[in-house]
C-alpha cells in the first residue's frame, strides 16, 4: 500500500483539529501544489524540534474553502473495508434509536465520520449526496457498499445543492440506482406521508425537524397555526394530537396541495392558506385572530454572515407577529435553520420580539435536530437547527 502524500497545515489549524474540528481551511494549507481533487493526503504540522507531527488522513478539495476533511488520526490509505466498516457504524447509531419511523438520515457527513456523505432513507428508497470532492471520487464504491448493506429497491442521487458548486463539481439529481416510478409512502409519527425523493425539497422532506413535529404533538389544543407549514409539517401533528382547527400557512400552493392530500390520507381536517407568512400574520393579527399554538419553520434566513443582521430582522417580526396572534398562555414553537444566527443569539432576538409585543416568556423545551442527525463535538458548524418551545403570557 503506498504512502499517502504529505500536506502540512498551520498550527491553527492543527490545534482546531485536535479539539475536535474536522476541517482545515484554504488559508491554513502550505503548498500543495501535487495534490489532485479528491486524493486522501496526510495531514502534518511543523514542530519546533524540527520535523512534523501527523495529524490524520484527510479529503482534498483544491476549488472548496474547505480545504481540507479529517478522515481520522491514522496514516493508512483507507480501502473498501474501512469504507465499509464506516458505513455500518453509522447504520448501528440509526438501528439503536428503535424509531417505528421509516424516513430517517443514515449517514450524516462529518458528524458519523464519513465527510461530504448524506444518505436518507424513505422506506427502501435511499437518497444520497456526494457533497465533497473526496466522497464524489469515491461516488461507485459507495454505492455499491449501499447495495451491498441495505439492498434498497432504488437509489436517487439529489446532488442539486449549492455545496456542490462551492466544491468546484456539478449539480445533478436523478436515479443511480434501481427503479422508482411514484413517490414514496413513509410513515412519521403515526401518519401515513407520501414522499418524492427526486423532487421534494432537501432530499424529499425535512428529516431533522422529524422528532420536533412529534414533540409538538403533545402540546396540540385549541385553534393552531403552522406558518411555513410545507407539506403539513408541524400541522398535521397537532391535527393528530387532537387539535379542534389547524390552519396550514405556506407560500406553495403546489406544497399546500400535497398537505392536504396527507390530511386526508390520514382523515385529518386542516385549512390551508397560501400567502407570504409575514403578510398573512399582519392580516391575522389586524383581523383580530387569536391561536393556543403557533409554529414558525421558516427557511433559513442567513445564508452567510453578511446577511445576519437582515436575518434578525426577519426572525424577530416574525415571532412578534406570532406572539400578537397568541391567546393567554398559547404555546409558541419557533425554529431556525440558520447557522449563522447562533442559539444564544435566536433565543435574545426571541425575548427582544417579546419584550416589544409586550408578552412574558417561559422556556419549556430547548431542542435541536432529530437524533438521526447526531452533532460531533467541537463541530459547531454542525448546530444549524434551532427548536425553542415556549409558553407566552
Not at 397555526?225 to 409539517?233: I, K, M, R, S, V
Not at 409586550?358 to 435541536?368: D, F, K, V
Amino acid at each position: 500500500m503506498s504512502e499517502l502524500l504529505a500536506v502540512e497545515v498551520t498550527p491553527r489549524a492543527a490545534s482546531r483539529l485536535r479539539a475536535g474540528h474536522p476541517w482545515v481551511f484554504a488559508a491554513e494549507v502550505h503548498e500543495a501544489k501535487e495534490a489532485q481533487p479528491g486524493q486522501v493526503v496526510r495531514l502534518v504540522v511543523h514542530h519546533r524540534g524540527g520535523g512534523h507531527n501527523l495529524l490524520g488522513r484527510a479529503f482534498y478539495s483544491p476549488r472548496s474553502l474547505i480545504r481540507l476533511r479529517l478522515i481520522d488520526r491514522e496514516g493508512e490509505p483507507p480501502d473498501r473495508d474501512f469504507w465499509r466498516a464506516r458505513l455500518r457504524q453509522a447504520l448501528a447509531l440509526r438501528e439503536a434509536l428503535r424509531t417505528p419511523d421509516t424516513a430517517l438520515r443514515l449517514v450524516y457527513s462529518e458528524a458519523d465520520a464519513l465527510p461530504g456523505l448524506v444518505v436518507d432513507r424513505y422506506a427502501d428508497v435511499l437518497v444520497v449526496q456526494f457533497l465533497c470532492a473526496g466522497t464524489e471520487a469515491l461516488r461507485e464504491m459507495f454505492l455499491d457498499l449501499l447495495e451491498e448493506l441495505l439492498h434498497p429497491r432504488a437509489i436517487v442521487e439529489r446532488d442539486d445543492t449549492h455545496a456542490r458548486e462551492l466544491e468546484g463539481l456539478p449539480e445533478k439529481s436523478g436515479l443511480v440506482r434501481g427503479a422508482l416510478d411514484e413517490p414514496v409512502e413513509i410513515l412519521e409519527g403515526g401518519l401515513r406521508l407520501r414522499v418524492d425523493p427526486r423532487a421534494g425539497q432537501k432530499t424529499g422532506h425535512y428529516l431533522d425537524q422529524r422528532e420536533n413535529r412529534q414533540a409538538a404533538a403533545a402540546y396540540a389544543r385549541g385553534r393552531c397555526l403552522d406558518a411555513f407549514c410545507y407539506q403539513g409539517g408541524f400541522g398535521l401533528h397537532l391535527a393528530r394530537g387532537g387539535a379542534e382547527e389547524v390552519l396550514l400557512l405556506d407560500q406553495s400552493e403546489e406544497a399546500l396541495g400535497a398537505a392536504r392530500q396527507h390530511a386526508a390520507q390520514n382523515e385529518l381536517e386542516v385549512k390551508t392558506r397560501a400567502g407570504n407568512a409575514f403578510d398573512v400574520l399582519r392580516e391575522l393579527q389586524r383581523a383580530g385572530e387569536k391561536f393556543s399554538v403557533v409554529v414558525l419553520d421558516p427557511p433559513a434566513f442567513a445564508k452567510n454572515r453578511a446577511a445576519l443582521a437582515g436575518a434578525v430582522r426577519g426572525y424577530k417580526e416574525l415571532n412578534l407577529r406570532a406572539m400578537h396572534l397568541l391567546e393567554e398562555g398559547g404555546t409558541l414553537i419557533t425554529s431556525s435553520c440558520s447557522y449563522h444566527m447562533l442559539p444564544e443569539r435566536f433565543e435574545e432576538v426571541v425575548q427582544q420580539a417579546a419584550r416589544d409585543a409586550g408578552r412574558r416568556l417561559q422556556l419549556l423545551e430547548r431542542r435541536s435536530a432529530s437524533r438521526d442527525h447526531p452533532e460531533r463535538p467541537g463541530f459547531p458548524e454542525a448546530r444549524y437547527l434551532k427548536c425553542l418551545i415556549l409558553r407566552v403570557l
